[in-house]
């Protein structure tokens, strides 16, 4: 083989492992990308070219039941049309509020009471759908940077802010500044690590602590019409308490 076929055959290779190299780099940021969107503790942003309602549809996975609730409820005009930020329950929230009347939930409790238990979702009456969804709503369009900072052992300090919801009811909403840990290990550097929205649903304002607080798995989704928050499902509950809503249901099937 000559010295030019050799050096041709050479530049070749060398333009295979860079058009190699380049497809895995592309992947690897890709991948990353949608990785972090819904690992990073609440800071991704993401605008949809849709409404509110439209992105639930988008994401059967996660709000193929909250989308079906909306609509049971008479929301799905507000959803698609009106300007609000949404916590966002999802699916698993649901399926852990209705549960089976052999593994426990809500249609364990209508079995022992000799009530009719809930074969779908429009066995429960809209008004109830309704109540609880607008404790998930606020008005105007709110991303994480307009909320301020809340740190739940110190809320003299830092107490985030009282906000009404849709249904009249009270949260507190703040963002919480994780502590950031030094590459050794030896020292922490407080408020300095990433920061997460988290929304406490308030039982009674005559008793301001008595809150139960669920962190946000991923903030700023920005549909047309407003913003959505998703909750962490690990921790959160449909309507923030999902006994209360257990109860409306049972008194409605009396």
Request: glycine share 8%; proline share 3%; net charge negative.
């Amino acid at each position: 083989m000559s010295i030019g076929q050799q050096r041709e055959d050479n530049m070749k290779t060398l333009k295979k492992m860079k058009l190699g190299f380049l497809l895995i780099l592309i992947f690897a940021l890709s991948s990353c990308a949608k990785d972090d969107y819904y690992v990073d503790g609440g800071l991704a942003q993401a605008e949809f070219d849709g409404s509110i309602l439209e992105y639930l549809d988008s994401k059967p996975r996660e709000f193929d039941t909250i989308a079906q609730i909306i609509r049971l409820s008479g929301l799905e005009s507000y959803f698609q049309n009106e300007e609000f930020t949404f916590f966002a329950p999802r699916d698993e929230d649901i399926k852990s509020l209705i549960g089976s009347y052999t593994n426990g939930g809500l249609n364990a409790d209508l079995y022992f009471l000799g009530l009719d238990t809930l074969k779908q979702l429009s066995d429960v009456d809209p008004e109830i759908w309704q109540k609880y969804l607008l404790r998930h709503m606020f008005t105007g369009k709110n991303v994480l940077a307009d909320y301020p900072q809340v740190d739940y052992s110190v809320m003299n300090l830092y107490g985030g802010q009282n906000y009404f919801s849709l249904s009249g009811e009270v949260c507190n909403i703040g963002v919480i500044f994780h502590d950031a840990v030094s590459s050794d290990g030896t020292s922490v550097l407080k408020y300095m690590g990433y920061r997460q929205l988290s929304i406490a649903y308030i039982y009674d304002l005559s008793s301001p602590d008595d809150f139960i607080s669920v962190p946000i798995s991923s903030s700023d989704i920005q549909p047309h019409n407003g913003v959505v928050h998703v909750l962490d499902y690990t921790v959160g509950q449909f309507g923030f308490n999902q006994g209360e809503v257990g109860a409306d249901i049972i008194e409605s099937k009396r």
